[in-house]
């Protein structure tokens, strides 16, 4: 699975939400990942990704895309209610997602693959609403930890 899609490939995979309208939750945009700002501890950086956050009614949908570090095609998109619970997979490698709301500004994402955790990770926009740290670990395919903090920008 490409290294889990690369570490946050699902970022955001894992990600995003917040319980106001969408024109006032501070996930809600296009966020471009900060590789120099980034730091991914057991496995390679993305080369670039974009993470597209919109409110769907009361859904928080999530488009991750990008480019791994070996070249190879980044996608997942997925849905999570605003508030938090159980969310569903509209494409990519993994089949179950599910949300919880921390605060306004912070949200914790968990991504799995046959009933087995894969990816948790927490994202925390920051009060200016122009960065977003995204802190996860999980395991890969072969079941290898994967460890790092992302850090992305708000365009």
């Known amino acids: ?16 939400s917040g319980v ?13 990942l900060n590789p120099a700002k980034s730091k991914v501890t057991s496995s390679a950086s993305p080369k ?10 009361d859904q928080r949908q ?12 980044i ?3 997925y849905e999570t209610p605003a508030r938090g619970g159980p969310g569903k997979i509209l494409g990519g490698p993994l089949d179950a997602v599910s949300g919880k709301l921390i605060d306004d500004n912070s949200y914790e994402t ?7 955790e894969m ?6 926009v920051s009060k200016d609403g122009k960065t977003m740290r995204v802190t996860g670990e ?18």
């Open 75 to 77: 996608w997942i998109k």
């Open 1 to 16: 699975m490409k290294r889990l899609l690369e570490f946050a490939g699902i970022v955001v995979v894992v990600f995003a």
């Open 138 to 155: 999980g395991t890969d395919a072969q079941g290898k930890p994967v460890s790092g903090v992302e850090v992305f920008e708000k365009q």
């Open 62 to 73: 999530v488009t991750v895309n990008g480019t791994a570090a070996d070249g190879s095609s």
């Open 48 to 57: 670039e990704e974009t993470l597209t956050v919109q409110m769907v009614g």
């Open 110 to 116: 968990s991504l799995m693959k046959g009933g087995k």
């Open 20 to 32: 106001l309208l969408a024109q006032s939750n501070p996930f809600v945009g296009t966020w471009k």
């Open 119 to 124: 990816l948790h990770h927490r994202l925390v």
